[in-house]
């Protein structure tokens, strides 16, 4: 019996494959209980993931961890945050080139994880610093004012347990691998992956196809 989430899912699947060669999430519902920082990106987790938009509720109410939601809309997710960024739609990978740059700028970068586990890290900076090469050029192709970004990134730089959660306002798009591969990049260059509070994780379009 399948699911709904070989369709659905496809955009991340094959940004899995390309960064680590197999389908698979490199985190656990654990690490939301634990992270300092969770950053939820196309993704309404309040309405379409309730129970485990509580949990990270939680985290945020007893262990003070920031939220962070990137969206093209207001939602009840954004508005359950510390930080909204409401972008123009279609700017995501803009985002989070520009944030790759920033980390290479900021030596937030983990050379040593980036040479004992990673290739391509330099043709993957060169790309993202081509596309998004300072944080003026970024505000404008998301539409975000520039103090509103450097804010997420500094954030983001500053906090070693972060967890970005990205669903399908990623995954649905034309060039949606593209930015699912942007998203781990920021997480292989920073060596926030594979820890405890630490890890890119795709979270499908409802809470049955978890399941599936």
Not at 46 to 59: D, K, T, V
Request: include cysteine.
């Amino acid at each position: 019996v399948d699911t709904n989430s070989r369709l659905c899912m496809a955009s991340s699947v094959a940004g899995h494959k390309r960064a680590f060669g197999a389908d698979t999430v490199p985190g656990c519902y654990e690490d939301l209980d634990v992270a300092d920082l969770i950053v939820l990106t196309g993704s309404n987790a309040a309405w379409n993931h309730p129970i485990l938009f509580q949990r990270m509720l939680a985290n945020k109410r007893e262990r003070g961890a920031k939220l962070v939601s990137i969206d093209v809309r207001e939602t009840a997710t954004t508005q359950s945050s510390d930080l909204a960024l409401i972008i123009t739609p279609g700017t995501d990978a803009w985002l989070f080139n520009g944030l790759l740059a920033h980390l290479a700028a900021t030596s937030t970068v983990d050379m040593g994880f980036v040479s004992r586990h990673t290739n391509g890290f330099d043709a993957a900076l060169e790309s993202a610093r081509t596309s998004a090469p300072d944080v003026r050029s970024v505000a404008r192709a998301t539409g975000l004012t520039i103090a509103r970004l450097r804010h997420f990134y500094e954030l983001f730089a500053a906090t070693e347990q972060v967890v970005t959660c990205f669903s399908q306002g990623i995954n649905q798009s034309s060039t949606g691998s593209d930015k699912v591969n942007a998203i781990l990049n920021c997480h292989l260059a920073t060596g926030r992956i594979g820890k405890p509070g630490a890890g890119p994780f795709s979270l499908t379009g409802q809470p049955n196809a978890m399941g599936g």
